[in-house]
């Protein structure tokens, strides 16, 4: 990959910028560099790319949105703005980063004496002043975004090709302490009251922190309204260094929203934050728990909130630690956060917005392979599963919970057994793997967290992944796949955050390191399985670190209800989940025999017995492209059954890409009449499909109004009922066609929009 590299000489700091001047870039004119389009429809010519300001600042941009950068008198987030709506989100100027090393904490970067922090002014930026203290700006790099870690793409799984890494421009600021720096340090701490009466600090006592740089980094995505931000410490000196802490990213952001009074919920900017330190849940927001927080800004005194307690400062840290060794000539890196700039606060397009940016960043997400949940892992049920997925097209087979696959067994004849199934699975052209249960249990033998007092692991139980039973049972999960080939892993009670105290665990030291230590220790394995291509479901949110699905939604009792209320009940949870995930992001699940009670009114099987209802639940999960864990001994019991299956995995291969495209919500299922949504995808041959089924004992003739804006279609819409004639319709001028249905009794329709 070619690296372009630009060293900019402006004013100098006090270490001085080096390298040729920042002429080089070219000059930022925002009237002539803002997108015209919406990049929801189309992002082409929104390419990322560094700028220079005829007063020295740098602005990254793609059209779409910019950051801008002071650089003298020190390196400073100035500017954070949407171009199109002329919005500016940033008020007030922060340090780039904060780091704390051997006990001392410095600011990275920023400038201070901004008068307000209401509001930024340029004229301003001439009279702030840079903090002597903090680590200065010395130089900066230009280049192509880079791969975050290999991935082996599943193509067949795929409705599309998707690029890797997402395109884009990676910034690098480097920062580094100076003489001046460390004497003001040494004040400081000889200030403090603690030290009082003893030895003065020497300032050759920290001068070793003098070859230790941070860089911060910064990417933004070609086409999309996206940054990511990380920082990385450098340990160029001749000494061991710890990162007891940092804060990679510092924001202070326009309040939506003014209050007198304190608000139980406050309105924030319209931003998306995503990590890739998440755990403990199945939804990005999880972040706000791991890494991310929106706090309150102490130096904005002159909020209208009385108390000012208004929640307008971004800041991303961990909550623990890290707690990190360096060695000489070793780094860190931090985790990465990503911002997402919206331009409206509607539900569908921030949605939209938000999915598009996990496509980019979590690629293998549109992995979507049509799977089975096999309940015996005993060799001739699993060739029978192999056999009737081979006959039906699907893709994809799981030995699931209860089963009795167990891949902690690594014994040379288990393992030999489960590569002679492996084998044959691939034979058929089936991927098959098995379910693996991390946390939620207790392992004994003093290899479970043991948390500070008052507190309790998240599932009640959970095994430290850094004890030495942690240790032999990520040692077993990559053997295990280096022997036997195994192509899928179900992960269940991933790891959760759980703290540790123990301080005789071999993988942490204590406290402040465990919670590091263990995500690293997951995340590793995950994004190693990437590059594998092992598909990973995992009932966690660790998309950003590699894994292919997550649970659409649904409580697992509810799946004991009869049979004509899981319908419904599935349609809700299809609808609901996909206002953020892709179709191929949640799995979802379909017990073919009975599954926590429920008796016969709530079991398939004999599948042949309810073919009304089996096809049913096809058309739900198919017609919405998302995949269910079919949990049972078989897929088909006659041919009828067979027959069943095979239409449905055919119409789904035939519009595997509009299935797998975004879904625009139009009507969510209540039992008292149609619902409705609509595939999209603006790039494709086929632009929309809209499904909509009918839960009554009638017949349902409507006629509905269909937004097709995010088809990309405009003027005239082709549009064709199943495999009937296509029929030409005018669109409207707020985007939208007419269509008169009619959907049989309790059943569904489905028609094709070019």
Known sequence: MKRIVLIALLVPVCLG????????????????????????????????????????????????????????????????????????????????????????????????????????????????????????????????????????????????????????????????LDDEAIRLTVEKLAAIPSRSGGDSPDPDGIGYLKNISVEVHYELYDGMP?????????????????????????????????????????????????????????????????????????????????????????EAYPRYGPDQHLKPGSNFE????????????????????????????????????????????????VRKAVDQCAEVGFELIIMTFGSGFNIEDDSPRYISAVKELTDYAHSKGIALGGYSLLASRSVGDGNDVVMPEGRSPVFGNSPCLGSNWGIDYFRKLYEFYEKTGMDVLEHDGSYPGDICISESHPGHAGLDDSQWNQYRTITDFYKWCRSEGIYLNVPDYYFLSGSNKIAMGYRETNWSLPREQQEIIERQNIYDGTWEKTPSMGWMFVPLVEYQGGGAAATIEPLKDHLPHYGQRLANLFGAGVQACYRGPQLYDSPETKALVEKWVGFYKKHRRILDGDIIHLRRADGRDYDAILHVDPQGVEKGLLM????????????????????????????????????????????????????PARGYNYWIIK
């Open 334 to 381: 931090s985790f990465r956060t990503w911002e997402l700039i919206h331009d409206s606060r509607d539900r569908e397009r921030k949605g939209l917005e938000h999915r598009r940016m996990m496509r980019a960043l979590a690629p293998w997400s549109t992995e979507n392979p049509i799977l089975m949940h096999v309940r015996s892992a005993d060799p001739a049920a």
């Open 226 to 314: 996206l940054f990511s931000k990380w920082i990385k410490i450098v340990n160029g000196s001749e000494q061991e260094i710890v990162i007891n802490a940092f804060k990679s990213e510092i924001l202070a952001l326009a309040e939506p929203e003014s209050a007198v009074d304190s608000k139980m919920h406050w309105l924030l900017p319209n931003i998306t934050i995503e990590t890739d330190y998440n755990f403990g849940g199945m939804t990005g927001e999880s972040v706000m728990r791991s890494s991310v927080a929106w706090n309150i800004d102490t130096l904005y005194s002159t909020q209208v909130c009385y108390q000012r307690n208004m929640p307008c400062l971004l």
């Open 692 to 743: 909509v089924y009918n839960p009554l004992d009638e017949e349902i003739q409507r006629e509905i109004t269909v937004p097709v804006y995010y088809t990309g279609l405009s003027g005239k819409a082709v549009v064709r009922e199943q495999d009937g004639r296509e029929i030409i319709n005018d669109v409207s001028r707020e985007y939208t066609i007419t269509l008169p249905v009619t959907i």
């Open 17 to 176: 910028l080096r390298g040729q001047s920042s002429n080089a870039l070219p000059v930022w004119d925002k009237s002539r560099m803002i997108f015209s389009g919406d990049w929801l429809i189309g992002g082409a010519g929104a390419e990322a790319a560094l700028y220079r300001t005829v007063d020295g600042q740098l602005v990254l941009s793609n059209g779409i949105v910019c950051r801008t950068f002071s650089v003298t008198p020190d390196g400073a987030t100035t500017g954070l703005d949407l171009l199109n709506t002329n919005e500016s989100f940033l008020r007030s100027v922060r340090p780039e980063a904060e780091v704390e090393i051997d006990g001392i904490r410095f600011s990275v970067g920023g400038l201070t004496g901004q008068p307000i922090h209401n509001y930024l002014l340029p004229r301003w930026l001439e009279e702030m002043k840079a903090d002597r203290a903090a680590f200065r700006l010395v130089d900066y790099t230009v280049s192509e975004i880079k791969e975050r870690f290999p991935w082996k793409k599943r193509a067949e799984w795929m409705p599309q090709d998707m690029p890797w890494p997402p395109p884009g421009k990676e910034v690098t600021f480097s920062y580094r």
